[in-house]
């Protein structure tokens, strides 16, 4: 076995729709935010909820398939890595982003959270897929590490 292990499991709802674009060399890269909820007791006995929001990108069929399949408030599983980048902000401070690679996506939630979302108008409908219908799961993606710099990122 080897000495480490960078895996990411997270099930959250989506906080927007995912944003598609492609990389010059026309590899698709989706990015989209998720957030996941913590209910604890704090000292004093009283309930508490924290929201943790994380930053996501998809690269090439997953990307498509996230960007045709997710909108905003769909819960979803997410299995990936971890991965930062540095960068200097407007006032010249380093500072270190992080965000999630995902590998996997599984869409969640019940018929009836979908009807919900339909109603709300909340989830595209194609003609192919009415928008009560849930969307086929996504395929498992082999992990490849794309030739792409940050640089290479539209956005």
């Given at each position: 076995?080897?000495g480490s292990i960078n895996k990411v499991i997270?099930?959250?709802?989506?906080?927007?729709?995912?944003?598609?674009?492609?990389?010059?060399?026309?590899?698709?890269v989706a990015k989209f935010s998720l957030a996941t909820d913590e209910t604890?007791?704090?000292?004093?006995?009283?309930?508490?909820?924290?929201?943790?929001?994380?930053?996501?990108?998809?690269?090439?069929?997953?990307?498509?398939?996230?960007?045709?399949?997710?909108?905003?408030?769909?819960?979803?599983?997410?299995?990936?890595?971890?991965?930062?980048?540095?960068?200097?902000?407007?006032?010249?401070?380093?500072?270190?982003?992080?965000?999630?690679?995902?590998?996997?996506?599984?869409?969640?939630?019940?018929?009836?959270?979908?009807?919900?979302?339909?109603?709300?108008?909340?989830?595209?409908?194609?003609?192919?897929?009415?928008?009560?219908?849930?969307?086929?799961?996504?395929?498992?993606?082999?992990?490849?590490?794309?030739?792409?710099?940050?640089?290479?990122?539209?956005?």
């Amino acid at each position: 076995m080897s000495g480490s292990i960078n895996k990411v499991i997270l099930i959250g709802r989506l906080g927007k729709d995912p944003e598609v674009k492609y990389t010059p060399s026309g590899a698709p890269v989706a990015k989209f935010s998720l957030a996941t909820d913590e209910t604890f007791k704090d000292r004093t006995g009283e309930q508490q909820r924290r929201t943790e929001w994380h930053n996501i990108v998809a690269w090439n069929k997953l990307a498509e398939i996230c960007g045709e399949y997710l909108t905003k408030g769909k819960q979803v599983y997410i299995e990936g890595s971890i991965r930062s980048h540095q960068y200097e902000d407007q006032a010249g401070n380093k500072r270190t982003a992080y965000e999630i690679v995902a590998r996997d996506m599984k869409m969640l939630g019940s018929k009836a959270d979908s009807d919900r979302m339909a109603a709300a108008g909340m989830e595209r409908a194609t003609p192919e897929r009415p928008a009560a219908e849930p969307a086929p799961p996504a395929e498992p993606v082999a992990p490849t590490e794309p030739d792409i710099r940050d640089d290479d990122i539209p956005f």
